[in-house]
């Protein structure tokens, strides 16, 4: 038997929940406090009752969200709690599930259109004035969190980085570093759904009176416990960087490695440019800034630039970024030779352990899920290719392991090794044939359109990061012995393999092994129905300057993201939504 009693009094609600004899209390207040023990709450466990008995803020959120698609926002509780050296955040939406966000499908970020955001100098005339009697100093929009950089009135803030946090149906819980907003004595909090993150029109506030002169509750105070474990501040650290880079290279990746001790996101300041390539750097998701550098046609030699970090109290030391441009050395002919018997399709990999893979020069760590290879290994037989795929991020799908590949993982094949023929992906590939997760698609079409006819799934099986896909010869024509092919990352313009200025690899399936007669029954389009195939979009040259991203805003119109790369910190601009006073 459940029972619910609540007892409300001018400045809290006390909540005593009554399950099978079993009491629970919990104190629903405007200004609560929880202090815990360090270990008592884990943003990477389920969440179950780590939350169970703290003092919550106010439990009535009375106003009435529609639900629908597209309105999904609507708060049911929040809370806070703190140990020594994090602050944690908790709330529950009423009756939506937490909605993943679209970019990359990343089970690790969810949706901007949830917005918490933090007064932590208890003053309403700093930050982002989100009404007459708040400023925001820091916003989380998702998972994301970002601290205000503007002048009072505009939307302007800098990304600091994703929070470890953890997500599951209705409830969140995030983990930050309590120096990494300033080590507040107190919080000011407002809880902003914007259901526009969705195609809706509805805003839920939590507070319901955060824009309301006349209401009794403008936002929720929480406060924190001293920490003696938290005392002067460590300056962060960067070390430089040297990386090979082939001669004619378009647009290879790599991560930084700034750190604190203090466990504070930093940004970080260009202070010096390549002279000799075009250069981005931008933050990346999950995986924090990342480097894009590509070398000027035909030079060979060093080329640097210098940058510095900053946890927002102090810099680093200044740090080079060397690129040692070489000749390119990419064009080794691969061929492997198996028996059918030692390939099983089943996700593991040790029957590749004796296969000379490809290799991947590209050091970038993408995003938490999404295509972009450590390596690759093809093999061949009288009768079958065998595709190995290695995978920085686990692949991605409805299940954990399976034999789905989603069509993100792409393998474009010229057999002929004609760039004038086939689908013109790059300058050295003109793809006949495509491996599209786990289908094989034929090209039918002129070069540049995107016609493909559907040829047969294929036999595949992945775990974790790890994928094998079986491929029948007599499903190809194979015209002569080598032929060349690409690996690319759909949606992810840059993660192309290899980034080298070929773009492909050579194999060869040799004179000593012949191919089966071609069937051609087996090249019937619809023989088997697929997901549709999707025609990637093209990799730009990005030169030194700003990196303009569109997509839809706070205010439900669009937004720009500016990202400034000379003398300043990286900044994030976006519209304003539009707030209440």
């Known amino acids: 038997m459940i029972s619910l009693l609540v007892f409300k009094s001018l400045k809290s609600y006390l909540l005593i929940l009554l399950i099978g004899g079993l009491q629970i209390t919990s104190l629903y207040a405007e200004e609560i406090s929880n202090p815990i023990n360090v270990g008592d709450i884990e943003t990477n466990s389920s969440i179950k009752s780590d939350w169970l008995g703290l003092n919550y803020f106010p439990l009535d959120d009375s106003d009435d969200i529609p639900q629908t698609e597209s309105e999904r926002i609507n708060w049911k509780v929040a809370t806070m709690a703190d140990d020594e050296n994090s602050l944690f955040i908790f709330y529950e939406n009423n009756f939506s599930n937490i909605s993943e966000t679209t970019t990359h499908g990343s089970r690790l970020g969810f949706s901007w259109g949830y917005q ?41 803030w800098s990304t600091l980085g994703a929070l470890s946090s953890n997500f599951s149906a209705t409830k969140v819980e995030y983990k930050l570093s309590r120096v990494s907003i300033g080590n507040p004595k107190k919080i000011k909090a407002v809880f902003q759904g914007s259901n526009y993150a969705f195609g809706g029109v509805t805003t839920d506030l939590y507070p319901n009176g955060a824009f309301d002169d006349n209401a009794s ?24 960087l040297h990386f090979v880079v082939p001669k004619n290279s378009r647009e290879l990746g790599y991560n930084i490695d700034g750190t604190d001790v203090d466990s504070q996101f930093l940004t970080y300041e260009i202070l010096s440019t390549p002279q000799n390539g075009s250069f981005w750097f931008r933050w990346f998701g999950d995986v924090d800034y990342v480097i894009f550098y590509s070398p000027n046609q035909g030079f060979v030699g060093e080329d640097t630039f210098t940058y510095k970090a900053s946890d927002s109290v102090d810099d680093s030391r200044i740090a080079t970024v060397t690129f040692n441009v070489v000749e390119d050395n990419s064009l080794d002919s691969y061929s492997n030779v198996v028996d059918d018997e030692s390939m099983v399709i089943d996700g593991q990999i040790s029957e590749w352990d004796s296969v000379k893979a490809f290799t991947d020069i590209d050091r970038i760590v993408q995003t938490a899920s999404g295509p972009d290879w450590i390596n690759a290994s093809l093999a061949h037989s009288n009768d079958n290719l065998y595709l190995y795929q290695k995978n920085r991020n686990p692949i991605v799908t409805d299940e954990l392991s399976g034999n789905y590949i989603p069509w993100i993982y792409q393998v474009y094949l010229d057999t002929d090794q004609n760039k004038d023929s086939g689908y013109l992906l790059s300058d050295g590939i003109g793809a006949e044939y495509m491996i599209e997760g786990n289908y094989l698609y034929f090209y039918n079409g002129s070069g540049s359109d995107w016609n493909w006819q559907e040829l047969s799934e294929l036999e595949a099986s992945f775990a974790g990061n790890l994928s094998e896909i079986k491929i029948p010869r007599n499903l190809i024509s194979f015209t002569q012995s080598n032929f060349n092919l690409s690996f ?49 979009v093209a990799s730009t040259s990005i030169e030194n300057s700003t990196d303009t991203t569109t997509g839809t805003s706070s205010g439900g119109g669009l937004f720009s993201y500016w990202f400034i790369l000379f003398g300043v910190s990286l900044l994030v601009t976006r519209r304003k939504f539009n707030a209440k006073f």
């Open 116 to 156: 918490v955001f933090l007064d932590t100098d208890d003053s309403s005339d700093t930050g982002f004035q989100l009404s007459n009697v708040f400023g925001a100093d820091y916003v989380i929009e998702g998972n994301v969190l970002m601290k205000y950089e503007g002048s009072g009135s505009n939307w302007n």
């Open 217 to 240: 509750t403008r936002y929720f105070t929480y406060k924190l416990a001293d920490s003696p474990n938290i005392g002067a501040n460590t300056p962060p650290v960067l070390n430089d």
């Open 488 to 536: 690319y990352g759909n949606g992810y313009s840059r993660v192309i393999y290899p980034s080298t200025s070929n773009r492909f690899f050579e194999y060869s399936i040799g004179a000593g092994v012949s191919a089966p007669e071609l069937n051609i029954a087996d090249r019937q389009e619809g023989l088997i129905k697929s997901p549709l195939s999707h025609q990637p």
